[in-house]
């Protein structure tokens, strides 16, 4: 059961930068798409960026997109997200996930990621 610890978030104002890390556990990170969720309160759950097993394709939520970048170093078992510009409505707690299908390269469904972090807190002051 692979099991994943995001770190990296805190207060940030408005046009500043984070970095989020994600480590995973066990030895078939590689193996599968990885994708950040983040949450507001009162919020669903929402997909914001994706990333394939290999690091070849991304996915980005429209809002986040010229400003987020997800990118994966599987020698290290940790997935990023570098977040620039950063707004008030990105005020979130930022999960990561694994797809549940290894060697998956398709179209993301928000509904196959599964094994959830405990989640990261950012927030942007305005």
């Known amino acids: 059961q692979v099991q994943l610890v995001e770190s990296g978030g805190r207060l940030v104002q408005a046009g500043g930068s984070l970095r989020l890390s994600c480590v995973a556990s066990?030895?078939?990170?590689?193996?599968?798409?990885m994708g950040w969720f983040r949450q507001a309160p009162g919020k669903e759950r929402t997909l914001v960026a994706g990333i394939t097993w290999t690091g070849g394709a991304t996915y980005y939520e429209d809002s986040v997109k010229g400003r987020f970048t997800i990118s994966r170093d599987n020698a290290k078992n940790t997935l990023y997200l570098q977040m620039n510009s950063l707004k008030p409505e990105d005020t979130a707690v930022y999960y990561c996930a694994k797809y549940r299908v290894a060697y998956y390269s398709g179209q993301f469904s928000p509904t196959e990621f599964g094994s959830w972090g405990q989640g990261t807190q950012v927030t942007v002051s305005s």
């Open positions: 066990g030895r078939t990170f590689s193996d599968y798409s």
